[in-house]
Nanobody, 120 residues
Framework: QVRLVESGGGSVQAGASLRLSCRAS?????IGWSRESPAKGRERVVT????????IYSDSVRGRFTISRDNAKNSLDLLMNSLKPEDTAIYYC????????????????WGQGTQVTVSS
């Protein structure tokens, strides 16, 4: 059984940075971050494949957000730079132990979510 525990988040001004952390337990094939807002619904932010280290960012965050992986802690941090008001959302850590789900950028385990608010 996969368990994901998130930390971080908060309220910042546009242009600031934030760091979100996710610690996973259980066997996972991929892990990543997604976000959800009333305006955009649920949106995938980044996916990381455990075995290969392949990382895929969404177009909306590429160049601003990066991940930091700690294999010993089985954690995945999301480093968010140059934040914009449109980044405001609830951010979820997500993972899957299924290669087929990961291949289609889907997850079957989710964290509790953490709020990120960016004001202009």
């Amino acid at each position: 059984q996969v368990r994901l525990v998130e930390s971080g988040g908060g309220s910042v001004q546009a242009g600031a940075s934030l760091r979100l952390s996710c610690r996973a337990s259980g066997d996972i094939h991929c892990i990543g971050w997604s976000r959800e807002s009333p305006a955009k619904g649920r949106e995938r932010v980044v996916t990381f494949w455990i075995g290969t280290g392949t990382t895929i960012y969404s177009d909306s965050v590429r160049g601003r957000f990066t991940i930091s992986r700690d294999n010993a802690k089985n954690s995945l941090d999301l480093l968010m730079n140059s934040l914009k008001p449109e980044d405001t959302a609830i951010y979820y850590c997500a993972a899957s132990g299924s290669p087929s789900l990961c291949h289609t950028l889907r997850y079957d385990s989710w964290g509790q979510g953490t709020q990120v608010t960016v004001s202009s």
